[in-house]
């Protein structure tokens, strides 16, 4: 099965801290993304790359940056936390060229005090 | 980017009841998905649709792709405790599996 690992469950940052979420995936998937995730609104993309150095702003991209140095890595920058973006990050990998749905790792919530 | 209508927000039902919840969308589909998220954890995918008027199953769940293709329905039968979760909806369009949109989610809340 393919695994997506998210380094941390739980997070507790200042604000202006500079955060990273960290995202490994296991199954040489193609592309790979970051939600975020709060009640009533969904999962909502950040950003998502399809190959390595390769990203692609999503709906919400303001505030956050990414990157994706090796294939099976996608990192989620905040370059300045703000108690706003306090929230459950999920990411997910895919295979591309079909429709087989995403896989999503396990999320990390993040709360900006 | 596209909106997907999920409803009802949130559910609460007592154990052996069935339940169903929809998705619909002011833009057609080539591909319908419905997830399950457990508390605490990520959106495991349930069922994958790929043909409009499809009904699949998986187990207890039931899911169909409307004729449309601007809407699906999950169901389940005989709810259990361990049903209780966050369902998502989502839709896709190309084949290079980037571009799937998710509905707002359905809370399920099952009663023993």
């Known amino acids: 099965d393919v695994k997506v690992t998210q380094s941390s469950r739980y997070l507790v940052k200042r604000t202006g801290e500079k955060v990273f979420l960290e995202c490994v995936q296991d199954m040489d998937h193609e592309n790979m993304f970051w939600y975020r995730q709060d009640p009533g609104l969904g999962l909502r993309l950040i950003y998502f790359s399809y190959d390595v150095k390769m990203k692609e702003k999503g709906d919400i991209p303001e505030g956050y940056s990414v990157s994706r140095e090796k294939k099976e890595r996608f990192s989620l920058i905040l370059e300045s936390a703000s108690t706003n973006q306090t929230s459950m990050y999920l990411c997910?990998?895919?295979?591309?060229?079909?429709?087989?749905?995403?896989?999503f790792g396990s999320g990390t919530r993040l709360t900006v005090v | 980017g596209q909106q997907l209508n999920q409803s009802p927000q949130s559910m609460f039902i007592q154990e052996g009841e069935d339940v169903s919840m929809n998705c619909t969308s002011s833009s057609i589909f080539n591909t319908w998905l419905w997830y399950k998220q457990d508390p605490g954890e990520g959106p495991v995918l349930l069922i994958a649709l790929y043909k409009a008027g499809e009904l699949t199953s998986n187990g207890r769940l039931t899911a169909q792709f409307g004729i449309t293709r601007k809407d699906s329905f999950l169901n389940i039968s005989a709810s259990i405790p361990s049903d209780v979760g966050i369902y998502f909806c989502a839709g896709q369009n190309s084949n290079n599996n980037n571009d799937m949109r998710f509905g707002a989610g359905t809370r399920l809340t099952v009663k023993p």
């Open positions: 997910a990998s895919s295979i591309a060229v079909t429709n087989y749905g995403y896989t």
